[in-house]
């Protein structure tokens, strides 16, 4: 390419030589001793070879992809944990021999596995031996004071996070201004169960709660058999 003179060509402008290497990725194994030369500015103001901010790259995806892997591992422990505890529970609930025996065993696994601040259980029925305390409530199904429930109670599903006054009322009495977050489990026909904390970060929207289902659905077999 030529100016308008015609004495002499134009030099290539940067845009240029960056989209003609971006065409050739394999330039630097050709002339391998300018990867030495060029020069990359670094956000904090200095400058290295071509290779040494590759290494550098290298060195910071392999930190990240350490990090991750760390935390899968993690994950896979606390998944182990929490599936062994959960069959146990369920051994434990079927070696009980009444209803009273049986709702303190799932209030005491899911204070120790869930680190729970504060367990609640609603339950819908009076069962002989059993009475009200400060983990548990016996209250029917169809009493207003369960009202702020209903939508959970009809579909099910879990909620993970910061409730409603109304509902912390309900659940925690006197205690409601303690807990900052919780997670809550219907189950339908049976009652409800609650392990709230006074973190506001232990249980939030969409985190996992496999583990808190199954142990309700064990809890709600092995009520039945005192129906």
Known sequence: M???SGDKPAEPGAHEIAAWLRRHPRFLQQFPDLSMSLVVPRE???ASSLASYQLEVLRDKNR???R???????NAQEN????VRTHQLTLALMRQTN???TLRAIAASLAEDFNGD???LIVFRRYDTLADS???QVIEEADPRLQPFRDVLNDGEPLCGRLQPEKHAVLYGERAGDVQSTALLALPGTGLIAVGSRDANRFFPGMGTLFLRMMGESLAVALRRYD
Request: charged share 40%.
């Open 2 to 4: 030529s100016d308008r």
């Open 118 to 120: 504060l367990v609640r």
């Open 68 to 74: 991750r892997l760390y935390e899968l591992f993690g």
């Open 134 to 136: 400060e983990w548990l």
């Open 80 to 83: 182990e944990r929490l599936a």
């Open 64 to 66: 990240e992809l350490s």
């Open 99 to 101: 209803a009273a025996d």
């Open 44 to 46: 904090e103001g200095s």
